[in-house]
C-alpha cells in the first residue's frame, strides 16, 4: 500500500513539473508573439515613412505596390520579383536609380514583404491575376514594360503570352530558364513545400524568426539605410504560405508557360548572367565568399574547386546556354540577347551593366 502511494507522489510530482513546463512554454510563445506584434508595428511606420508600403485590395486580400520615379514618365516598368525575394523593393534601388526615363511599379506577390500572406493556391494564372488587379486598382494603366527576375520570368513570360496587348516590351533578369523541359523537369519535380517548410511559416507567424534568422547574406550589398529595411522585409515574410504554395505550383507553372509559348513580336530583352569562360565562374566564386565574409558567414562550401573548372566544364556550361536558354529564347521569340557574367541577382552585383543594356534596349522601342 505504501509502495503503490509513493508512485501516487511521483506520478503527482512528475505531472507538477510537465505541467508548469508547459505553461511557461506558453506564457514563452505568447510573450514571443506579442512582441513581435509590437515590432512589427514600429517597422511598419518606418518603411511605411520611407514610402515602401502602399497595399492595394485585390478583393480577397492587399498587395503592396510601391512606386518610383515620375508617373509622368516615358515607360512604365512592372518588376516581377524572384522567389523567395522578400525586399525587392529596396534591393532593385541600384539598379533603378540608373535606369532613364522611367518609373518602376513594385508588387510584392501574395506574402512578399508588406503583401498581405493569402492560403490560394499560387498558380500561375492566379500569380498574374492578382498582379493584373493590384495594377488596375491602383489606377496604373498599360502597356507596361515587365521586368522579371529569375522565377518572376515565368510568370512574365505567361503574363506576355496570354495578354500581349497589356505589354510593351519584356526585360529578363537573368531569368529561371525553361528552355528545355527534359534537363530540368526532373529538378523542378522535386521542389515542393514539405513539412518542415509548413512548420518554418508557423513559427514565422508566432514571431520565432527574430530569435533565428538573419538575412545578412542578402543585404551586405546595399547601403546602410536599406539595409534596415531590407531586413525588416525580409523577416516580416520569410516562408509565409503564399511562398509554400509557390514550391508547391513551381513545375506545374513551369509546364504550363512553357507549353503555352509561342514566338511572338513583343521587342524582350534576356540579361543571362552565364559564366562561359573560366575567368568569370572563378571571379563569380570569389565575389560570392566576399559577400559572405561581408556579412560574417564561412566561406561557400562548392562541389567544384577552381582546379575543376577546365575546357570540359567551361563546354558543359557552353552546351547548357545551347540546349536550354537559346530554346527559351527561341520560344519567346524578338529576343536581344545581353551576357553579363555575375551573380545571380546581377542587377545588384553589376547594375551599372545591366542598366546600360536596359536603356539601350529602351532607346530601340518606338
Known sequence: MEKKTGWRKAL????????????LLVVAVVGIFVTDKV????????LEQAGYVNRVSIGSHQLNVCMRGDENAKYTIVSLQGLNAMANAVELEPLMDRVKDCRFVLVDRSGYGMSEDTGEAQTVEQVVSDYRT?????????????MGHSFGGVYESYWQQHYPEEIKAAIYLDPTQIGSLDTVGEDMQSRHADFGMHLETLCV???????VF??????????????????ILWRCSARS??????????????????????????????????????EDVIADMDYAKQIRKKA?????????SEDMVDDQFV?????????????????????????????????????DEVAEAVNEFLGTLA
Open 205 to 211: 507567424k508566432l514571431g520565432f524568426d527574430r530569435l
Open 134 to 146: 493590384a495594377l488596375k486598382n491602383s489606377g496604373i494603366s498599360a502597356p507596361y514594360i515587365l
Open 214 to 231: 538573419d538575412p545578412a547574406q542578402y543585404i551586405v550589398d546595399l547601403p546602410e539605410k536599406q539595409q534596415e529595411y531590407a531586413t
Open 241 to 278: 504560405w503564399a511562398v509554400c504554395s509557390e514550391e508547391d505550383c513551381y513545375f506545374e507553372n513551369v509546364k504550363k508557360t512553357f507549353d503555352s509559348l509561342s514566338p511572338n513580336q513583343i521587342p524582350k530583352l534576356y540579361i543571362d548572367a552565364g559564366k562561359y569562360t573560366r
Open 39 to 46: 515590432l512589427d508595428h514600429q517597422e511598419w511606420e518606418k
Open 296 to 304: 560574417g558567414l564561412p566561406a561557400p562550401e562548392y562541389d567544384i
Open 12 to 23: 503527482k510530482i512528475i505531472g507538477m513539473i510537465l505541467l508548469s513546463l508547459l505553461l
Open 315 to 351: 563546354q558543359e556550361l557552353k552546351n547548357f546556354f545551347e540546349t536550354n536558354i537559346k530554346a527559351y529564347m527561341e520560344k519567346l521569340g524578338n529576343v536581344t540577347y545581353r551576357n553579363i557574367p555575375g551573380d545571380h541577382s546581377i542587377f545588384k552585383h553589376k547594375p
